[in-house]
């Protein structure tokens, strides 16, 4: 269930979720408490990750703990069984662990373009008061083709219920070009919470 995966070390400002799951049962269970778990060896991100996704659900009045308050130091899947057994002593029903899945770059073409101007010119017609005057386009510069690339940043958050380890509820999100840490953060999170209550599973 916890794969030692860090959670990377960039940023963002918007995120998408772009798929998303959800058990059809989990509103006839009586499901309470989360302890939310950030999977990283990198224990100031973890802390971070942990500690905004908590304030999130308890903002929408969910219980929520951190896992590194019951569960401290490098996070990876040898302590699965610890995070299980701090959840069951806190009677915290679920556990929602998120996890940093990878980033895809995908180039961009910027085709070059060419810039013109008016040059004015004089000859020897008559046009009315203003005598002679015409004008003429001419190129005054360009810009060439360019390659740049996006990257996007992909997080997934998934929901089990502690007694039995099944899975309840998945969420992905995206990010694009990600360049501050605590931005891409809040994003990500703000994105999961979002999808959670479109979902019902929390107000």
Not at 90 to 119: C, K, M, W
Not at 147 to 171: G, H, M, R
Not at 176 to 192: G, K, M, Q, S
Request: aromatic share 8%; with cysteine; charged share 25%.
């Amino acid at each position: 269930m916890v794969i030692a995966v860090s959670l990377l070390a960039a940023c963002g400002t918007t995120s998408d979720i772009t798929g998303t799951w959800v058990e059809p049962s989990i509103k006839d269970k009586d499901l309470e408490g989360v302890l939310v778990v950030a999977v990283t060896e990198e224990r100031e991100a973890r802390v971070n990750f942990e500690d905004a996704y908590t304030q999130a659900l308890k903002e929408k009045g969910v219980r929520a703990v951190a896992s590194h308050t019951l569960v401290p130091g490098k996070l990876n899947k040898t302590k699965k069984e610890q995070v299980i057994n701090a959840a069951k002593k806190s009677d915290l029903d679920t556990i929602l662990v998120s996890h940093y899945a990878g980033t895809i770059e995908e180039p961009v073409f910027h085709q070059g373009r060419n810039y013109y101007d008016v040059v004015p010119a004089y000859g020897g017609y008559d046009y009315g008061r203003f005598g002679g005057y015409y004008g003429r386009v001419v190129k005054v510069g360009s810009s060439p083709d360019v390659w740049t690339s996006n990257k996007f940043v992909i997080l997934v958050s998934d929901l089990y219920e502690t007694a039995t380890e099944e899975p309840l509820w998945q969420a992905t999100s995206q990010t694009v070009n990600p360049d501050d840490r605590t931005e891409l953060r809040n994003a990500i999170i703000t994105a999961f919470v979002g999808q959670m209550e479109k979902q019902g599973l929390v107000k």
